[in-house]
């Protein structure tokens, strides 16, 4: 079946430290992938999407690239803030009408100034 | 547009009580789902509804009922709580279409004594 899986957490980065959270997938046909951020005693909000193979999403200086080759959908930021601090979730819904959006597990990201 | 919504915010029970947490969505989606979030677990899928009068079982369905009569609302009823059932639930939504972004609610918090 469909899943993710993400790399351990917690990540502890210092302000304006390079950021990588590693995702990778296992789908049938072509998936769409998603990064999803959950700030502390909030609910889940969209980060960025690809829906299809080398689509590149992009938002708040976060970016991700949806590499079919590797099965992979890494997510990376240039330079964290504190403000970035949050559980990041990778997650996927295969390519038909209706299907769930699966989970990996998240990631903790704390951002000290 | 309210966005989802979830009621209430924080609950707790005693191990068989029964309740029903309350979701809606302004937003016409025709795709709902409720997952909960445990830690070290990410989130689950318990059920989900493509339609009025549509529902199906996620990864963790075992003790939780759903019904979908009105686009707008899909409850989950705990019919019997246990203490296994300690977590934070969420509702999404979003249109039926595999690519389409999922809009989260704010999460219930339920404590199961």
């Known amino acids: 079946g469909n899943s993710v899986t993400q790399m351990e957490g917690p990540v502890t980065l210092s302000e304006e430290a390079f950021l990588t959270i590693n995702c990778t997938y296992t789908?049938?046909?072509?998936?769409?992938l998603f990064w999803y951020v959950q700030y502390p005693g909030e609910g889940l909000q969209l980060l960025l999407k690809?829906?299809?193979?080398?689509d590149k999403g992009s938002n708040k200086g976060f970016e991700a690239t949806y590499r079919k080759e590797t099965t992979s959908f890494h997510l990376e930021k240039g330079s964290v803030q504190v403000s970035d601090s949050a559980v990041y979730f990778c997650?996927?819904?295969?390519?038909?009408?209706?299907?769930?959006?699966?989970f990996g597990k998240g990631t903790t990201l704390s951002v000290s100034s | 547009n309210a966005g989802v919504t979830q009621t209430p915010k924080f609950q707790v029970l005693k191990t068989g009580q029964s309740m029903t947490l309350q979701c809606a969505q302004d937003?016409?989606?025709?795709?709902m789902s409720w997952y909960r979030q445990d830690p070290g677990m990410g989130l689950r899928l318990i059920h989900y509804?493509?339609?009025?009068?549509?529902?199906d079982q996620g990864e963790v369905p075992n003790g939780y009922n759903v019904s979908r009569s009105t686009t707008e609302d899909f409850p989950l009823r705990l019919l019997s709580a246990a203490p296994s059932q300690t977590s934070v639930y969420f509702c999404?939504?979003?249109?039926?279409?595999?690519?389409?972004?999922?809009?989260f609610g704010p999460g219930t918090r339920l404590l199961v004594l």
């Open positions: 999404a939504s979003r249109a039926l279409a595999y690519q389409e972004t999922q809009y």
């Open positions: 789908a049938t046909g072509y998936p769409s």
């Open positions: 690809a829906t299809k193979a080398d």
């Open positions: 997650a996927l819904t295969s390519n038909q009408a209706g299907t769930a959006l699966i």
């Open positions: 937003m016409n989606h025709e795709y």
């Open positions: 509804s493509v339609g009025a009068g549509i529902t």
